[in-house]
C-alpha cells in the first residue's frame, strides 16, 4: 500500500502529526505540504491521507480547494482525514462537516481528532492576541498520541 499524506499547517502541529503517521504506517508513505505543492500527482497512490488545522472555524482554504479539485480521483482511493485543533472532540465532527464535501467524509475509512497545541512562537502578533483571548481561562490543548495510534490502525485494518 502506497500513501500519499496531504497536509497544510499553519504552526506546525498538523506537520508533526504528519510526520508521525508516515513513521507508523505500515506501507511506503509521502508527506506533502499543499502549500508547497499545490497539485500534488496521485496516480502512483492507493490511499491518500488529508491532514489540517482548524482556525476561527476553518481548514487551510488549500486543503479544501485540493479536495474539492480531486473529488473524484480521491472517492476511489483508500481515504482519511485528520484535524489538529483546540477545541475538544465535541466540535470535530462540526469542523468535518463544515469544511469537507459528504461524499468525501463518508469515503474515509478513519477519522482522527488529534488534538492542537499553541506554538505561539511561530504565530503573528494578531493570532497571538486571538489566540490568547478565546483561550482565557480554558486549559492548553495537546496533541493525543493516542488518537493518532487508533487512526493507523483503522486506517490500515
Ligand atoms: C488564530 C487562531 C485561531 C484558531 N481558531 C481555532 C478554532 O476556531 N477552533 C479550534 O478548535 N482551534 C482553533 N485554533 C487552534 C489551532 O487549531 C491549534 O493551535 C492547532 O494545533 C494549530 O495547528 P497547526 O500548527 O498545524 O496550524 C486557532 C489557533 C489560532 C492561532
Given amino acids: 500500500m502506497k500513501t500519499a499524506i496531504i497536509y497544510a499547517t499553519r504552526s506546525g502541529t498538523a506537520e508533526k502529526c504528519s510526520a ?5 504506517l505500515s506501507g511506503e ?8 505543492v499545490s497539485s500534488p500527482d496521485l496516480s502512483g497512490y492507493d490511499s491518500v ?7 476561527i472555524g476553518k481548514v487551510q482554504k488549500e486543503i479544501s480547494e485540493f479536495v474539492q479539485k480531486n473529488l473524484e480521483t ?11 485543533m483546540g477545541a475538544g472532540e465535541e466540535n470535530f465532527n ?6 469537507f464535501p459528504k461524499e468525501f467524509l463518508d469515503k474515509c475509512k478513519s477519522k ?16 497571538k492576541m486571538m489566540l490568547k483571548a478565546a483561550s482565557k481561562g480554558k486549559p492548553q490543548p495537546h496533541i493525543i498520541p493516542g488518537n493518532i495510534d487508533r487512526f493507523v490502525k483503522d486506517f490500515e485494518d
Fill in 20 to 24: 508521525k503517521i508516515s513513521e507508523m
Fill in 29 to 36: 508513505s509521502t508527506v506533502v505540504n499543499i502549500k508547497k
Fill in 49 to 55: 491521507i488529508v491532514g489540517a488545522s482548524i482556525r
Fill in 74 to 84: 480521491l472517492k476511489a482511493k483508500r481515504l482519511g482525514v485528520f484535524l489538529c
Fill in 94 to 99: 462540526e469542523y468535518l462537516s463544515q469544511n
Fill in 112 to 127: 482522527g481528532f488529534f488534538g492542537g497545541e499553541f506554538n505561539l512562537e511561530r504565530l503573528g502578533f494578531l493570532s
